[in-house]
Every structure is written in C-alpha cells, then in structure tokens.
C-alpha cells in the first residue's frame, strides 16, 4: 500500500434513458478483417488514411495503408518486410512539412523511417535505417518533433534499453537508458513529453516489473522513479509539446493511473490517482487530441472506455508544495469485439473518429459523439 496514491473502486455504468441524448456514445463505423495479426494502427496526418502493422502468419511485417471512404474501408498499399512489425508512430514529423514518415519497430530490433507517399509496390525507400538498435524484440516507439526541438524517435526493447535517436543521425541514439545489474526488465511502454521549446524534453519509459522511470533529456539523468505494482503497457502524456501535464499509465490487471506532473515534491513524488476498470489487461489509453481531458483506455475484454479527468480546487498544498490528484470519472464504455483491443488512434482533426486494431485480426473505425457536451 501507498500512502501517495489514491485508488478508486470499479466504475459501474448504469443505463439511463437520458443518456441517449445527453451522453456522448461509442458508435461502430466500420470493420475490415485481416489475414495476420494487428499491433499497431495510425492515422496517417491530415487524411483520411491509417496505417495497420503486424506479423503474417509467416513471421513477416505487415504494412498496409487503408483509406476511409464513406462507409467501407479500402485497402490502398501493402507491403511485406522480412521482421514482424511491433509499433510505429509519425510524430517525428514537422507539423508544417507535410512529411509523412512512418518509423516502426520491428521483432527483429530494427528501426525503419520512409515516406509513406513514397512507397510503390513492394518497395520501400528508408529515410532512416537502424538495424539492431537493440539486442532482440524492440517492443515500443514514439516520436517527438512535431512542434519544438529536434525530431528525434525513442525506443523500448527486451533487452530492457530505452534509446532515443535522431533522425538526423544513422546507426548512433543521441541517449541511452541501459539497465543496471543483471536484472533486465522488459521495457514495454516509452513516451516523450515537456517539449515545449527547442531545448526541453523528457522521456517517460514503463517496465514489465511496473516500474516508471522519467528521464531529463537536457539535464541527462533521471527525475523520477516510481513503481505502479503490474506491467506498464502504455505510457501517454496529455499533450508532448507543452510543460508536463497529466502522465496516464495502463497496466496489468486492469488497472490505470493518471499522475499529475506539474507539482514534484521530493518525499512523496507526483500525485496520482488510480482506477480499477476489471483483471483484465489494459493495453493502452490514448488523450483526445482536441481535449486533453478525456481519454479512451482499451481492455484485453474487447470494450473501450472513456474517461474525463477532473481537476481538484486545488492542484497543489502545503510547503514545501505537494501536488493534489483529481478525480477520473467514466464517460462510456462499449464493447467492440470479444478479443483485446490492442492499439487505438484518434483522428487530429476530426473530432471523435477513432482507429482500432483488435487480435481478431481485425481493425475498427469509430465514431464518438457529443464531445462538446463535456
């Protein structure tokens, strides 16, 4: 037990007539099966395309580009590389470029870049290539560049290493985190954030043991470690291009918790509060891009669930200060398939539209409405 940590029971969603009209719901657009399994999906920025990666039924990556249009899914590209594919992420990307590079991982411990406008068939052009960027499976990528500093990509693999690499720069990460001892703990969640000008930036990675380490870019050490007590499957800043937020962390055994990140105190770390959903796995949680406040988290039991965070009066107390968590309160919920929704991304421009890969070897569009009543 915690004294710092603050744990609420499991929400139970009663139905209210009411809430038909008032509430927002999870609405099924579309579902397009697939002949090998799905690990990560993307929107691919300012279109109505996504991405989906996996591993055939032969042990190769699958890269497929998809297009949205009207009702039906339509299969545009796909391609074969010689490593099942785990993640990817185009967050790298200057916002105003234009560019759209996918960098994805693979279980080979490789990294790819390319252009997605520039793949033709089965040919792949890389951008950027990193061939054994770590020792094994690279389980996790995420990206930061899009609005301040440099475009840089970190990595998370079996190996237990967490490295970032800019893309600038082949064959050599610019930061490594290396495990210390012979205790390697898989590293199976990384996310930047505080990148809110050219010189600041952080890297928040989670470890299978349940460890969360937050690692200073600029200042190279690292600022903060705390243990949530099951595997971290995903890590999420509310927002990477402004001063650290909300850090909101899913786990094993159902269970998430959102750390308020603007108040440290050097006994008790940051505030959190933390929420039982069930005992299932909850793969990842996702911030809606257009409110910060609102996150969709995806479970092993095929559901996902919204939640809005609400701030306290007070967001810090006491001197020296300590932070105040707020309240995490359940929005919708709604089961769309009866195998694990693994990965999720919202659409940047369109409000409440969603893509989703679920391991029925399929992938789901939906819509979310009435977002503007909270």
């Known amino acids: 037990w915690c004294p710092f940590e603050r744990i609420d029971p499991p929400q139970t969603h009663m139905p209210n007539p009411t809430d038909l009209f008032t509430k927002p719901r999870i609405i099924l657009h579309s579902r397009q099966s697939l002949n090998?399994?799905?690990?990560?999906?993307?929107?691919?920025?300012?279109?109505?395309?996504?991405?989906?990666?996996?591993?055939?039924?032969?042990?190769?990556?699958?890269?497929?580009?998809?297009?949205?249009?009207?009702?039906?899914?339509?299969?545009?590209?796909?391609?074969?590389?010689?490593?099942?594919?785990?993640?990817?992420?185009?967050?790298?990307?200057?916002?105003?470029?234009?560019?759209?590079?996918l960098a994805c991982v693979d279980f080979s411990g490789d990294i790819h870049v390319m252009d997605i406008e520039k793949i033709s068939g089965s040919q792949i052009k890389h951008s950027f290539h990193?061939?054994?960027?770590?020792?094994?499976?690279?389980?996790?990528?995420?990206?930061?560049?899009?609005s301040y500093g440099a475009p840089e990509l970190v990595t998370g693999g079996r190996d237990g290493c967490v490295?970032?690499?800019?893309?600038?720069?082949?064959?050599?990460?610019?930061?490594?985190?290396?495990?210390?001892?012979?205790?390697?703990?898989?590293?199976?969640?990384?996310?930047?954030?505080?990148?809110?000008?050219?010189?600041?930036?952080?890297?928040?990675?989670?470890?299978?043991?349940?460890?969360?380490?937050?690692f200073d870019l600029r200042m190279n050490q690292i600022r903060w470690e705390h243990n949530v007590r099951n595997g971290v499957c995903s890590l999420e800043f509310d927002r990477k291009d402004i001063e650290m937020n909300k850090l909101m962390a899913t786990t094993l055994e159902g269970r998430f918790t959102v750390f308020d990140m603007r108040t440290y105190n050097a006994e008790k770390g940051y505030?959190?509060?933390?929420?039982?959903?069930?005992?299932?796995?909850?793969?990842?949680?996702?911030?809606?891009?257009?409110?910060?406040d609102l996150c969709a988290v995806t479970g092993?039991?095929?559901?996902?669930?919204?939640?809005?965070?609400?701030?306290?009066a007070q967001r810090a107390v006491g001197e020296p200060p300590e932070g105040v968590a707020?309240?995490?309160?359940?929005?919708?919920?709604?089961?769309?398939?009866?195998?694990?929704?693994?990965?999720?991304?919202?659409?940047?421009?369109?409000?409440?539209?969603?893509?989703?890969?679920?391991l029925d070897q399929s992938v789901y569009v939906a819509l979310v409405t009435k977002l503007d009543k909270l």
């Open 326 to 358: 707020g309240q995490v309160e359940l929005v919708q919920s709604q089961s769309l398939s009866t195998q694990p929704i693994y990965s999720l991304s919202w659409h940047r421009d369109k409000e409440g539209l969603a893509v989703m890969g679920s």
């Open 271 to 292: 505030a959190s509060v933390t929420t039982q959903i069930s005992k299932d796995t909850l793969w990842q949680g996702k911030h809606l891009p257009q409110n910060r």
């Open 300 to 312: 092993g039991h095929g559901k996902v669930s919204l939640y809005q965070y609400k701030y306290p």
């Open 130 to 146: 990193v061939a054994k960027a770590h020792d094994g499976m690279i389980n996790c990528i995420d990206g930061a560049g899009r």
């Open 163 to 214: 490295r970032v690499w800019d893309t600038r720069q082949h064959n050599k990460p610019v930061a490594s985190l290396e495990p210390e001892g012979n205790q390697r703990d898989d590293c199976w969640a990384v996310a930047f954030g505080n990148s809110y000008n050219d010189s600041e930036r952080v890297v928040a990675a989670g470890f299978d043991g349940g460890d969360i380490k937050l």
């Open 36 to 101: 090998y399994t799905v690990y990560h999906v993307d929107w691919i920025p300012k279109s109505a395309r996504f991405v989906s990666l996996g591993c055939t039924p032969r042990q190769k990556g699958a890269l497929q580009i998809y297009s949205l249009e009207e009702t039906n899914i339509k299969l545009q590209t796909s391609v074969e590389l010689p490593s099942a594919l785990r993640s990817g992420t185009f967050d790298h990307c200057r916002e105003e470029t234009g560019i759209r590079e």
